[in-house]
C-alpha cells in the first residue's frame, strides 16, 4: 500500500508518508482491527475490502457466480466501550476521541435494536451517543 499513496508532487508524497507512519498497513481484507489511540497508532488500514457485503448472485443455467469485490481500503480501530454500553470487549472507535454510537440500519425498531435505557444511561455522560449518526428515515450514505 505505501507503493499507492500519492505521488503528484514530493512535498504531497511526504506528507502521505508521514500520515501512513500513524496507521498498521495490513494487506488481508481478514486481518482485525488494532487498538487506535489519538497518541500513537490510530488502526490499521485493511487492503481490499468489501463495505457493507450486499450479497451475490448465481445463474444456474451459465454456472455463473457474481460477487462484489474492490480494492478500496478499509480502516479498523477498536477501543474498550465506556461503563455498561456492552459486554463486547472492543467495539469500534479511538481511545482519546470522544466515543459515540452509530446507529446504522435496522437499529431503530429491528430485534436486537439498542435499549432504550441503555441509550438514555449513554446520553447522560454523552449527549452524541443520543443522536444517530444520521436522522431517522434518512439514508445513511
Known sequence: MPDDLIDFTPELRQKAVEFLKRYKVVPSPFAPGVLGDVNGTLGAIVACTATNWPGFGYDPE???????????????????????????RYV????????????????????????PKLRARAARTNPAAATPAHPRGASAG
Do not use: K, W, Y
Open 62 to 88: 451459465t454456472h455463473t457466480a457474481f460477487m462484489p469485490a474492490g480494492n478500496t481500503p478499509g480502516l479498523r480501530s477498536l477501543v474498550a466501550p465506556p461503563g455498561e454500553f456492552s459486554d463486547i
Open 92 to 115: 469500534q472507535g479511538t481511545a482519546g476521541q470522544q466515543f459515540r454510537e452509530i446507529l446504522g440500519p435496522g437499529d431503530c425498531c429491528a430485534a436486537g435494536a439498542p435499549r
